[in-house]
Every structure is written in structure tokens, then in C-alpha cells.
């Protein structure tokens, strides 16, 4: 089997983020002008990378619009794929929120409703799945614009950490996290960066 690096990116800055409110919605708040320019930023980094294979994505808007600025760089069309989609959030979905990360400690205590939203152990699976389908079927290279929960999700399933056990891991719009698996036992993959602006000298020698 051949190793896999697979290269997750948050999107960039959306009007959500911006604004402060939760959504999975598909075709909802857009890159901002600043998320824009971060992806353009992010897209340079990319650059680095020796031949990159494919380039796939989260079917929600500022996701996918990351992906495009991203393929316009690097010379690829994304592809969409259902598993990289926004976690679930059933009622709290268009919820405005104070604190971007505290909503899921109040869920965790009961303070908000929770109905619908998509749990743990599930979001995990598919983002799993999603890695295992990459490492069986492709090799070298794979670029894949996600979501913080999504990305967080993959790297809890290595760390074996649950939702509020990985609250703490920071994944800012635009950050690139890395993961090398040699295995289709994801659990086994390596990460080499997580939530990192750039590429640096010392990250690229881990490939």
C-alpha cells in the first residue's frame, strides 16, 4: 500500500464565522473579502507540496469556495464529497453565539438544546471513512477543505479523544493540518501538523 499524506484545511473566513453564527446550511454566508485573501494565502502554502493528486471538499458553501481559490492555484477542480460536510447541528443550526467554542460546553451541560445535532462517536465514523476510502483508493498527495469539527473529529479518532476531551485543539480559518497514513487502520496514521498557517522547512522533511 502507499503512503498517504493527506492534507486537511479548515475553510477560510466565512460570514458565519464573521457574525458568529452556527450553520450547516449548503448555499449560506460566502467567504468575506478577508476570507478570500486567506485562502489565497493558504493556496500559496499549498504551492510547496510536491504533486498533489486530487483536491476534494465539503459540499457547504465556504468550504467550497476555499477549495476553488485553492484549485485555481494549484491546478486541480474539487471534488465534493458528503462525508467532509459541517457537523449536523440539528436545533442549533443558525443559533448566534457569544463565544464561537463555548456552545458545546453548554450543550455538554445541558444549557442549550441539542436535538439533532449530530453526536460524537457518528461525526467521527464519517470522517473515518472518509480517510479510509482516501488511503485505499489514492495515493500521495490529497488536499481536503473541511470544517473544525469534521478536522477535529479525524484527529480525536487518532488521539482517542471525545468531543469536550479535544476542545482545546485550535484550528484557525485557513490553518492546515496533516496527516500520514501508511495503513488503512487509521488509527495508526501520524500527524504531522496541526492547525499550522505555513508550511515550514521542518514539517515538509516529515513527509
Not at 443558525?94 to 445535532?117: A, C, F, M, Q, T
Request: aromatic content about 6%; some cysteine.
Amino acid at each position: 500500500m502507499d503512503m498517504v499524506v493527506l492534507v486537511f484545511i479548515r475553510h477560510a473566513q466565512s460570514v458565519s464565522n464573521l457574525n458568529r453564527i452556527l450553520s450547516d446550511d449548503i448555499n449560506k454566508y460566502p467567504l468575506t473579502d478577508e476570507g478570500r485573501q486567506q485562502a489565497k494565502e493558504v493556496a500559496k502554502e499549498l504551492r510547496k507540496l510536491n504533486s498533489i493528486n486530487k483536491l476534494f471538499s465539503s459540499p457547504i458553501l465556504r468550504a467550497y469556495q476555499t477549495a476553488t481559490i485553492i484549485g485555481e492555484e494549484i491546478g486541480l477542480v474539487p471534488i465534493i464529497d458528503d462525508r467532509l460536510r459541517e457537523r449536523e447541528l440539528g436545533e442549533l443550526n443558525n443559533l448566534k453565539i457569544d463565544e464561537i467554542h463555548n456552545w458545546r460546553i453548554k450543550v455538554y451541560r445541558r444549557e442549550l438544546p441539542s436535538k439533532g445535532l449530530e453526536p460524537w462517536e457518528i461525526l467521527m465514523k464519517r470522517i473515518a471513512n472518509f480517510v479510509e476510502d482516501i488511503v485505499e483508493n489514492e495515493k500521495g498527495i490529497i488536499i481536503a477543505v473541511s470544517h473544525y469539527d469534521p478536522i477535529r473529529a479525524f484527529l480525536s479518532h487518532i488521539l482517542d479523544l471525545d468531543d469536550i476531551g479535544s476542545w482545546g485543539i485550535s484550528l484557525p480559518n485557513a490553518s492546515i493540518s496533516i496527516i500520514k497514513c501508511e495503513s488503512i487502520d487509521t488509527k495508526k496514521c501520524k500527524i504531522l501538523a496541526i492547525g499550522t498557517p505555513i508550511l515550514t522547512s521542518e514539517i515538509l522533511s516529515k513527509f
